[in-house]
């Protein structure tokens, strides 16, 4: 039983981590990383384990490897379960919203701390019953080994058997033998998966003995790579002014062009396919100031936002954000993107808060918005955790720091994604119609949040339908439609007295659907 043990653990621990390099190879963009990793695990499932065992103790010698019969057991599991455990770990990675991939990039995390510290974690909970169920079954696998002569369980009670001739009850001593060690393995299983749910998450307040083990790697690595030095103006946290607004002070004293320009798009445009979402836009903004993006659905507005921040790639045209391209560099008269996209994001510190949250769903409220300054900026824990609670105190929610996400209201997530992207210190603030997936009740204590954000000085680019929040904080309105700017000027002169026949129209649509409501 122990040979059979000391197989099964020692296999599948190699086989997870071959089963990983697998995953990502086969989600690689690169069909020169994807072909072989495809070739491999089609081979592997589609030929008998125990043909593979055979094979291997009789082909090693041949190239003057010599292994016992329990490490060629150990490597033909490992070989055979890492085509099973790769497909099992892609599936779990895939099972991961996008948008937590998105979330992440623009806090400025890299692939490799993005998959650590967010796809990995909330994928295992996707992962483990497979696993689990692939580990069993690999113990009572392990009797095959006896075809290359390993001592295992099944083999020895064959040799009782030939000596004593007591079928039932040598076989049923077998049996009880493996039953028992599954049984644990079952119960072990169970419990790691109880550790990686959330409402038990939630309940220990901080996470559970499984997500403080998998942050572990990523404590230590400080997200790999040189840390991005942080201002010393962000660490302050004390004063009149609330932390939000120190914050958006602080971003006033960047760095900007002589004309106040702070983000400058010149005729951007962008195509998915066929479809053309942007065609040559212009837009400046100001430091300092607050404009709005309106417009019917489809008019590029979402997407323009994406490409300030370099989430996505521009197709044509250019855009500065303090006078700098955002993760490109020109090369023979065409921008490029730079190899380290991740750290041009970081460097530009750009907060963004989505229309659907994006919190990352397995760390509680504090560990959402410290995550980015201490394992992309450097900043050491005791003080990012701090400057977090100022601002979760700030937003009104100082009492939910160990609540999980799902525990809050759309009101309440909302307003700690703002406390996020407010922790990196950013100089532009991006916010993509953050009220339209709460219920109007909720709205409200949201748009409380940016208006004081607003009064501070923090340059913001709002895309929202909110017409009394775009006429009260706005300091100019664009509007946008079929991916162009159509007019832009003051609230009043868009809202009042619009030049153009489509804003006119849109404007109406809205009002009828307010009144309506």
Not at 203 to 215: I, V
Not at 242 to 269: K, N, W, Y
Not at 298 to 326: A, F
Not at 424 to 432: N, Q, V
């Amino acid at each position: 039983m122990l040979i059979s043990l000391q197989i099964t653990a020692v296999a599948m621990t190699l086989a997870l981590m071959l089963g990983l390099g697998l995953a990502l190879l086969r989600e690689a963009r690169s069909g020169l990383l994807r072909t072989p990793a495809m070739i491999y695990t089609w081979f592997m499932r589609g030929t008998p384990l125990l043909l593979q065992l055979v094979f291997l103790y009789t082909a090693l010698p041949e190239i003057g490897v010599t292994l016992g019969p329990v490490a060629t057991a150990i490597v033909g599991f490992t070989l055979n379960e890492a085509a099973f455990s790769g497909e099992i770990i892609r599936g779990g990675i895939r099972s991961v919203n996008r948008d937590q991939r998105i979330a992440a990039e623009s806090l400025g995390m890299g692939a490799v701390l993005t998959l650590r510290r967010i796809i990995l974690p909330q994928a295992l909970r996707a992962i483990m019953p497979a696993l689990g169920n692939d580990a069993i079954s690999m113990l009572k696998f392990t009797s095959l080994a006896s075809v290359i002569a390993v001592d295992e369980l099944t083999l020895r009670s064959q040799t009782i058997v030939a000596q004593n001739f007591q079928f039932f009850q040598v076989f049923c001593a077998a049996g009880l033998l493996y039953l028992a060690v599954t049984t644990v393995m079952s119960i072990g299983q169970s419990r790691i998966e109880q550790g990686l749910q959330l409402d038990r998450a939630d309940r220990r307040g901080g996470g559970s003995f499984f997500a403080r083990l998998l942050a572990l790697p990523a404590r230590l690595s400080r997200g790999g790579g040189e840390p991005i030095a942080t201002p010393p103006a962000s660490r302050a946290r004390h004063g009149t002014l609330g932390a939000a607004e120190l914050v958006a002070r602080q971003a006033l004293a960047g760095v900007t062009q002589d004309d106040g320009v702070f983000v400058t798009c010149r005729g951007v445009s962008k195509s998915y396919g066929f479809l053309k979402v942007l065609k040559g836009v212009d837009l400046t903004v100001k430091r300092g100031e607050v404009v709005v993006l309106m417009g019917p659905s489809g008019s590029g507005k979402s997407t323009l936002l994406r490409l300030i921040n370099h989430l996505e790639s521009i197709d044509g045209g250019e855009i500065r954000v303090g006078g700098e391209w955002v993760g490109y560099r020109r090369v023979e008269g065409a921008l490029k993107p730079v190899r380290n996209l991740a750290k041009a994001r970081a460097s530009a510190r750009i907060g963004m808060v989505f229309q659907h949250f994006n919190l990352f769903d397995h760390l509680p409220v504090i560990e959402n918005v410290a995550i980015a300054p201490v394992h992309v900026y450097g900043q050491e824990p005791g003080e990012a955790r701090a400057t977090a609670v100022s601002l979760l105190q700030d937003v009104g929610l100082g009492g939910h720091l160990g609540h999980m996400p799902h525990r809050l209201s759309g009101g309440q997530q909302q307003r700690v994604a703002i406390a996020r992207a407010l922790a990196i210190s950013p100089r532009l603030m991006l916010f993509d119609e953050p009220t339209s997936a709460l219920d109007p009740e909720l709205v409200g204590e949201v748009l409380q949040v940016m208006r004081r954000l607003a009064e501070a000085g923090m340059t913001m680019i709002v895309v929202t339908h909110e017409i009394r929040f775009a006429r009260e904080v706005a300091d100019r309105i664009v509007f946008m439609a079929d991916g162009q700017v159509v007019e832009e000027g003051a609230p009043d002169e868009i809202l009042v007295r619009p030049r153009e026949e489509r804003t006119r129209q849109f404007l109406g649509h809205l009002t009828e659907k307010a009144e309506g409501v």
